[in-house]
């Protein structure tokens, strides 16, 4: 298993270093560095932010596409609740998981049917761990990365369950083996992903050491194929659906929350409101609250960056069609053990951010951070190729940067270089050109130039 497997990644020709995704990553993970956009992976949490800021389409999500089905004796699809309010004029879900069999798999279990196991098991533990309220909610993979590489104070509030995702992919396969005796390699669980978070999940589960999922293949990417499936489906439907409202609810933000049957939570959507979310939850500014759902995309899953319908229609889309929809509460959550729901390895804190594992070495090194910082005009221009002042302090403070990337330390140092060569020139008593003094400084004003010249070329 990669520790920082990350499903974000650069196709190098295509940036510009343009910067513009270094001011949107939510964690100051990305700088141009050679006019490049490079991500420290140590920092990424997948959120798949810079893919949408990125005009030149340099910034891809690295996953898996249909004829990956090609790799498995017996495939079974899972759809993300999020998938349902991609399609216009939908009554009958079952159209939809008609259409994916069509599409060459064998099988297909819903997602959805397996976040109504999670709400009940999130009730019960809710109700019976009051020293951990609010419990924040584990189903959105960045979020819970965020929490484990800035916020180590609130790990201990994470609801230890598996999301829905994983729950349904070890239940399809159990049910794919019973059915055809193969071997579990011989099957394939392939789920149909609405984020770049979730992709990066399968290979980098979160409480436990493998996931059950084999695949993930793009909302964006299955969405044609399934489109030109769905009027003949809808003519004669198979009767596959089995999740109900409270499941289907789950595809968009406060979904999850909303089913757990309480007045005291908080929900919150898009990744700029979570991190203020989070903030206020360490500085202890929230009180009186048992659960907090966190979703990092705008409108929760419907607006991951793999889906293609605006967020707010899917919203719209997604509510209709729950409406049409029994209540259907399902028990399965009480055959289940202890260990096929919870989290049966500890997720802990990363500090990826501190300057040093020694604190009084780490105190030492934000001082020197901080006089570096001092030396900067704190415009946060982003022209040095990092996001903000501050993190080209820290950039320089762990060597991987100098302070000529600053253009105006550069721009500063050019003047000085100017003032004193003119000064140089001027100097009537170094008028002889072939004297050691003469040829000394000369030299060190070219080299002077030269350095310049080498860190601005170096830079852009
Ligand atoms: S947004 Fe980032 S990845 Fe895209 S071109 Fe600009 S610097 Fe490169
Ligand atoms: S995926 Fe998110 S966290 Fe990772 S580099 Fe892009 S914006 Fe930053």
Not at 358 to 383: H, R, W
Not at 436 to 459: C, F, H
Request: negative net charge; hydrophobic residues 40%.
């Amino acid at each position: 298993m990669d520790k920082f497997f990350h499903s974000v990644s650069l196709i190098e020709e295509l940036c510009s270093g343009c910067i513009n995704c270094i001011k949107r990553c939510p964690t100051q993970a990305i700088r141009v560095r050679h006019g490049k956009a490079c991500i420290t992976k140590e920092f990424c949490i997948d959120c798949g932010e810079c893919v949408r800021t990125c005009q030149n389409h340099a910034k891809v999500i690295n996953r898996d596409f249909i004829k990956c089905l090609n790799d498995f004796e017996y495939t079974v699809a899972l759809p993300a609740p999020s998938l349902y309010s991609q399609f216009n004029n939908i009554t009958d879900i079952n159209a939809i998981l008609t259409a994916i069999l069509m599409l060459g798999f064998d099988d297909v279990y819903e997602v959805a049917a397996s976040a109504e196991v999670v709400t009940e098991a999130t009730k019960d533990y809710v109700n019976t761990h009051r020293e951990q309220w609010p419990l924040v909610s584990t189903a959105c993979p960045s979020v819970v990365r965020l929490i484990r590489v800035r916020f180590p104070n609130l790990i201990d509030h994470l609801l230890p369950l598996h999301p829905p995702v994983e729950i349904a992919a070890a239940a399809a396969r159990k049910k794919a083996i019973e059915k055809t005796g193969l071997p579990s390699e011989k099957i394939g669980i392939i789920f149909i992903s609405p984020c770049s978070s979730k992709v990066a999940y399968i290979k980098e589960p979160l409480g436990m050491e493998k996931s059950s999922i084999d695949r993930a293949i793009g909302i964006t990417d299955i969405y044609p194929l399934i489109l030109a499936h769905l009027q003949e489906a809808s003519q004669s439907p198979l009767n596959l659906a089995t999740a109900g409202r409270i499941g289907i609810g789950w595809g968009r933000s406060s979904g999850e929350a909303l089913a757990l049957e309480t007045d005291e939570y908080l929900s919150a959507d898009g990744i700029e409101n979570v991190l203020q979310v989070l903030e206020d939850l360490e500085d202890e500014k929230l009180s009186g609250l048992r659960f907090i759902e966190l979703d990092a995309c705008n409108g929760g899953c419907v607006g991951g960056i793999l889906t293609v319908e605006n967020p707010f229609i899917a919203k719209t889309k997604l509510k209709k069609i729950k409406e049409s929809l029994p209540e259907r509460h399902t028990e399965e959550h009480k055959h289940m053990s202890y260990e096929e729901l919870f989290w049966n390895v500890d997720v802990v804190y990363e500090p990826v951010f501190q300057l040093s594992g020694n604190f009084i070495e780490s105190v030492a090194l934000m001082n020197q951070v901080n006089t570096i910082y001092e030396k900067f005009p704190k415009l946060d221009c982003g022209i040095c190729g990092a996001p903000t002042c501050k993190a080209l302090a820290e950039d320089i403070v762990k060597g991987n940067a100098t302070e000529n990337q600053c253009i105006h330390i550069l721009k500063q140092q050019i003047h000085e270089i100017s003032k004193d060569a003119t000064a140089f020139a001027n100097d009537t008593t170094l008028n002889a050109a072939n004297t050691p003094d003469y040829v000394t400084k000369l030299k060190k004003y070219i080299n002077q130039i030269a350095t310049l010249d080498n860190d601005l070329n170096r830079e852009k």
